[in-house]
């Protein structure tokens, strides 16, 4: 099926440092979510994001929905050991239901 | 608990079997979604219900899968004549309306096919 571009596919940084990763989309979408992945569980909700040009955060993490519609990205600051795992981005395209399009993934290291 | 709660956790069956897998949404959540996670990939979507209404078929990959949901609860889906490459960390996710709540997932039911 059709998936998000996401980038980069993964990263491995020092404890302390800032991450930084997006997704990009030749379609429009009209909500863009942000997910973790840990191994051997399902995604987990990190931050939703409804209207364009949007910025929330949710403590370290800071995410942001593109002002064309077409891309998103997710920012952790200063991160730490537990942030270790697979982030996905996922978007609802306009007139698409309720189905997510997934990102394919960046897998995030941590190194003390 | 108090989310979404998928069985079992993990499947190991012949090829050709057939295998049922279980979700049970987060009380109150009227839509029910069916992902697939491949080795390595992001998730695929398969189905969804909302309420009573027919549910969006368009992302089963063969007439081999199906799902029911009964009494707008409890979901079960079905893959007949099992092939191996049906083996996936099949995903189950809830929301509480259809239009633009998120999902919160289940952890999974690891599929493997012989």
């Known amino acids: 099926g059709q998936q998000l571009n996401q980038s980069p596919q993964s990263m491995f940084i020092q404890e302390g440092e800032d991450v930084s990763m997006n997704c990009t989309s030749s379609?429009?979408?009209?909500?863009w979510l942000w997910y973790k992945q840990e191994p051997g569980e399902g995604p987990v909700l990190l931050i939703a994001?409804?209207?364009?040009?949007e910025l929330t955060s949710n403590g370290r993490l800071t995410a942001q929905f593109g002002i064309t519609r077409k891309d998103s990205f997710l920012n952790i600051s200063a991160s730490i050991p537990s942030d270790v795992g697979i982030y996905f981005c996922?978007?609802?395209?306009?007139?698409?239901?309720?189905?997510?399009?997934f990102g394919t993934g960046t897998q995030l290291k941590v190194e003390l | 608990g108090a989310g979404v709660s998928q069985s079992p956790s993990n499947k190991v069956t012949e090829k050709g079997k057939d295998v049922e897998l279980r979700c049970d949404p987060i009380?109150?959540?009227?839509?029910l979604y069916w992902y697939r996670q491949s080795l390595g990939q992001g998730l695929e979507f398969l189905i969804y219900?909302?309420?009573?209404?027919?549910?969006?078929k368009s992302g089963l990959p063969s007439d081999r899968f199906s799902a029911e949901r009964t009494g707008g609860s409890v979901s079960t889906l079905t893959i007949q004549r099992t092939q191996q490459e049906d083996s996936a960390v099949y995903l189950c996710?809830?929301?509480?309306?259809?239009?633009?709540?998120?999902?919160?997932f289940g952890d999974g039911t690891r599929l493997s096919i012989l």
């Open positions: 219900f909302q309420g009573n209404s027919a549910p969006d």
């Open positions: 379609s429009i979408f009209n909500t």
């Open positions: 996710a809830s929301s509480s309306q259809a239009s633009n709540q998120p999902q919160h």
């Open positions: 994001l409804y209207k364009a040009g």
């Open positions: 996922a978007g609802l395209r306009p007139g698409g239901g309720n189905k997510l399009t």
């Open positions: 009380s109150g959540h009227t839509a």
